[in-house]
């Protein structure tokens, strides 16, 4: 889809469904394995940042969609480092003699994707350009479907993907982990900050649920804790796991929301 620009209504579309963005159960495990195998290469992933001034984690997760986290192939498509890329973009590095470096192709890749020139890294400027990196198919030809390169093992995903170049099927379902997914989760571990470029959260008001208080107790489950967590996931730039828990990440989020940590949390 030439010429889609990221503008405010698609800005906002991106916020929306990051925002509200939550792991399928069945998915979490995946999910979990993948993250923490990206955040153990940061420093790699680091050196490329340094040099072009991109994100480690944008990075990091491209190295995941594109070549399964694989560094012995190009970042531009996964095809082996012995040879210069076959599958498209074929030909790449342009420079260089085979077998190239892991920290050269990557190089290539991003610059041939102009990553180096951008400057929004906000949560919808990183999504935008994740999903122009895999191309705008699914939002020019099939809207209804939510692009799995994003969005596969989230809420915002069920079915429908190209299974070939040009060959699409409404019944077909991602068995890949989508890169915001990967994003999101990341952010739930705070290993990212999403939050530049957004406003800063407004001081709100908590509803009490009735039952047991909602004090901070980071290895035990809150009956209501989900419901704390779900609530707070709607303010902006809060991004927690709803799994009942009430640790340090969520009387961080409440804090924020409220001015005070969680009734317990020793810092209080």
């Known amino acids: 889809m030439a010429g889609v620009t990221l503008t405010d209504p698609l800005r906002a579309e991106y916020q929306r469904l990051f925002d509200t963005c939550s792991i399928g159960a069945s998915r979490a495990s995946a999910v979990e394995t993948l993250v923490s195998r990206i955040v153990a290469h940061r420093?790699?992933?680091?050196?490329?940042?340094?040099?072009?001034?991109?994100?480690?984690?944008?990075?990091?997760?491209?190295?995941?969609?594109?070549?399964?986290?694989?560094?012995?192939?190009?970042?531009?498509?996964?095809?082996?480092?012995?040879?210069?890329?076959r599958q498209a973009p074929a030909g790449r590095p342009l420079s260089g003699n085979p077998p190239f470096t892991w920290e050269d192709s990557a190089i290539d890749a991003l610059q041939l994707e102009r990553l180096h020139q951008w400057t929004d890294w906000s949560a919808p400027g990183t999504l935008y350009k994740l999903e122009k990196y895999n191309g705008f198919g699914y939002r020019r030809l099939y809207?209804?479907?939510?692009?799995?390169?994003?969005?596969?093992?989230?809420?915002?995903?069920?079915?429908?993907?190209f299974v070939a170049d040009g060959r699409f099927s409404d019944t077909a379902v991602s068995q890949q982990c989508g890169a915001a997914v990967l994003l999101r989760r990341m952010a739930e571990r705070s290993v990212i900050d999403v939050a530049e470029a957004l406003p800063p959260s407004p001081t709100v008001t908590i509803p009490r649920a009735a039952g047991p208080p909602l004090r901070f107790a980071p290895n035990r489950v809150n009956?209501?804790?989900?419901?704390?967590?779900?609530?707070?996931?709607?303010?902006?730039?809060?991004?927690?796991?709803?799994?009942?828990?009430?640790?340090?990440?969520?009387?961080?989020?409440?804090?924020?929301?409220?001015?005070?940590?969680?009734?317990?949390?020793p810092r209080s």
Do not use: C
């Not at 009942?244 to 989020?253: D, F, M, Q, W, Y």
């Open 223 to 265: 009956p209501y804790g989900k419901e704390l967590q779900a609530f707070l996931n709607k303010l902006p730039n809060i991004y927690l796991k709803e799994d009942g828990k009430l640790g340090e990440r969520t009387s961080n989020a409440f804090r924020e929301a409220t001015g005070r940590y969680l009734d317990g949390d």
């Open 43 to 85: 420093a790699r992933y680091d050196r490329v940042a340094t040099l072009l001034g991109v994100p480690w984690h944008l990075i990091g997760v491209i190295h995941a969609m594109e070549s399964s986290l694989n560094f012995r192939t190009h970042l531009h498509n996964g095809d082996p480092l012995t040879a210069r890329t």
């Open 143 to 161: 809207p209804h479907v939510r692009t799995p390169y994003l969005w596969s093992f989230s809420n915002h995903y069920t079915r429908g993907k």
